[in-house]
């Protein structure tokens, strides 16, 4: 492809960045489960908000996927999905919650 042979970024140097920044993100999550045995961060956790605010908008995220609102800039997808439940992600905040108050 002659826009590769110059060095075209197909992902575009963007998205890049949000892949980075999300990856980011998920890892702090599992340092957040290591130190507190949940991934149920709370939306205004003192020691980290920004990803507490994290936490919530891939909930939002996952909420609008769901229900078929799939915009590039959503910040779900299938293989995020996969991974958050791979760690124990719970989508909704009750289900979250009473998981919590059985351990």
Known sequence: NQLESIGFNWVGEHTSKQETAWDEMFEELKQFKAK????????????????????????????????????????????RIDRLESIGFIWTRNQATSSIQET
């Open 36 to 79: 507190h045995g949940h991934v149920d961060v709370p939306r205004r956790y003192a020691e980290n908000q920004k990803l507490g605010n994290w936490v919530m908008n891939q909930r939002q995220a996952y909420r609008k996927y769901k229900a078929g609102f799939v915009q590039s800039n959503s910040g779900i997808c299938e293989e």
